[in-house]
């Protein structure tokens, strides 16, 4: 190997390491919660796409539904308060993901065939398309979504008010 692939094959095994670190964070304050909430769930750990990705997951779902909330404000807010958790124990910013009884997963398959849909509709009409007001998680899924198609995307507004536009190629 040359200097700069052994290089970079130790970048990525550091970035893998800090990623895992933030997930076991993550997991031990999320067990905390759990804890203090009288909430049965077990936690997983991955890492996808470059961030630390966490989810509850329970045989219980209804119990787990609290934690997610109405359109997932509180899981959110869970996400938010876990990420600065993470950044009390490391210093460094946490892009982590957090998924609650499959309820991101549930949605990323949602979000996804819209901004399809949403790009073949631009694609049929060759105007403009502006979607409802999303998050960034949200964004983030029918941006991707509509690049498979083939199109491009941008986000307008502010939030909480931003929202995805689809353009025509």
Same mark, same amino acid.
């Given at each position: 190997?040359?200097?700069?692939?052994?290089?970079?094959?130790? @970048?990525? *095994? =550091?970035?893998?390491?800090?990623l895992e670190?933030? %997930?076991?964070?993550? #997991?031990?304050?999320? &067990?905390? /919660?759990?804890?203090?909430?009288?909430?049965?769930?077990?936690?997983?750990?991955?890492?996808?796409?470059?961030?630390?990705?966490?989810?509850?997951?329970?045989?219980?779902?209804?119990?787990?539904?609290?934690?997610?909330g109405r359109?997932?404000?509180?899981?959110?807010?869970?996400?938010?308060?876990?990420?600065?958790?993470?950044?009390? @124990?490391? *210093? =460094?910013?946490?892009?982590?993901?957090?998924?609650? %009884?499959?309820?991101? #997963?549930?949605?990323? &398959?949602? /979000?996804?065939?819209?901004?399809?849909?949403?790009?073949?509709?631009?694609?049929?009409?060759?105007?403009?398309?502006?979607?409802?007001?999303?998050?960034?998680?949200?964004?983030?899924?029918?941006?991707?979504?509509?690049?498979?198609?083939?199109?491009?995307?941008?986000?307008?507004?502010?939030?909480?008010?931003?929202?995805?536009?689809?353009?025509?190629?």
């Amino acid at each position: 190997m040359t200097e700069g692939t052994t290089t970079a094959a130790a @970048e990525s *095994g =550091d970035t893998l390491t800090r990623l895992e670190q933030e %997930g076991e964070i993550a #997991a031990d304050y999320l &067990e905390g /919660l759990l804890d203090i909430a009288d909430l049965d769930g077990d936690i997983d750990m991955d890492v996808e796409a470059d961030r630390a990705s966490v989810s509850i997951v329970s045989e219980s779902a209804r119990d787990l539904q609290k934690l997610v909330g109405r359109d997932g404000e509180v899981l959110e807010a869970l996400q938010e308060l876990t990420r600065l958790a993470v950044h009390r @124990e490391t *210093g =460094d910013r946490s892009r982590l993901m957090l998924d609650i %009884g499959g309820f991101r #997963a549930k949605k990323r &398959e949602e /979000l996804t065939a819209l901004g399809a849909k949403a790009a073949e509709d631009v694609k049929t009409s060759g105007e403009p398309l502006k979607l409802e007001p999303m998050t960034p998680f949200e964004r983030k899924v029918v941006h991707d979504a509509v690049a498979s198609a083939g199109l491009r995307s941008e986000s307008e507004g502010e939030e909480p008010q931003r929202f995805v536009v689809v353009l025509p190629a």
